[in-house]
């Protein structure tokens, strides 16, 4: 099973390769202010997840720079993930919200959800 699991991993990481989206294209200084506005988002995931990798091409697609922290192979993420989140799930995307507010958010349509109504939509009614 262990075998069968890293061979659809390869598979699923080649794929993502080939298909990888284009990110969207945007002027230096709006992206150097979305940039600054996602500074405090983590996204807690595993290489090879298919919903992790969902994500990932969302945050290509849109250009969101959002540091991704490995919790299969770091254990000091996987502990921060089990401590705050509570559970060891992803993709996981933490949301420090500032004043020691964090807030933890698990599934991966919900994360693409809340990252394109929070960063990119908002950006597109600024520019408006």
Same mark, same amino acid.
């Given at each position: 099973?262990?075998?069968?699991?890293?061979?659809?991993?390869?598979?699923? =990481?080649?794929?993502?390769?080939?298909?990888?989206?284009? /990110?969207?294209?945007?002027? /230096?200084?709006?992206?150097?202010? =979305?940039? !600054? @506005?996602?500074?405090?988002?983590?996204?807690?995931?595993?290489?090879?997840? /298919?919903?992790?990798?969902?994500? @990932? @091409?969302?945050? @290509?697609?849109?250009?969101?720079?959002?540091?991704?922290?490995?919790?299969?192979?770091?254990?000091?993420?996987?502990?921060?993930? !089990?401590?705050?989140?509570?559970?060891?799930?992803? /993709?996981?995307?933490?949301?420090?919200?500032?004043?020691?507010?964090?807030?933890?958010?698990?599934?991966?349509?919900?994360?693409?959800?809340? =990252?394109?109504?929070?960063?990119?939509?908002?950006?597109?009614?600024?520019?408006?």
């Amino acid at each position: 099973m262990a075998f069968i699991r890293w061979f659809l991993g390869r598979i699923i =990481l080649l794929l993502n390769f080939i298909f990888s989206p284009r /990110p969207l294209k945007r002027a /230096p200084e709006e992206q150097r202010a =979305l940039d !600054l @506005r996602t500074t405090n988002l983590s996204l807690y995931q595993y290489e090879a997840c /298919p919903f992790c990798v969902k994500v @990932r @091409r969302s945050l @290509r697609r849109n250009s969101l720079n959002i540091e991704l922290r490995d919790a299969k192979n770091v254990e000091q993420y996987r502990n921060e993930l !089990l401590q705050g989140g509570g559970k060891l799930k992803v /993709p996981c995307l933490r949301i420090d919200e500032g004043e020691g507010n964090v807030s933890w958010m698990y599934e991966s349509s919900d994360i693409i959800h809340y =990252l394109e109504q929070t960063y990119i939509e908002s950006n597109i009614q600024k520019a408006a």
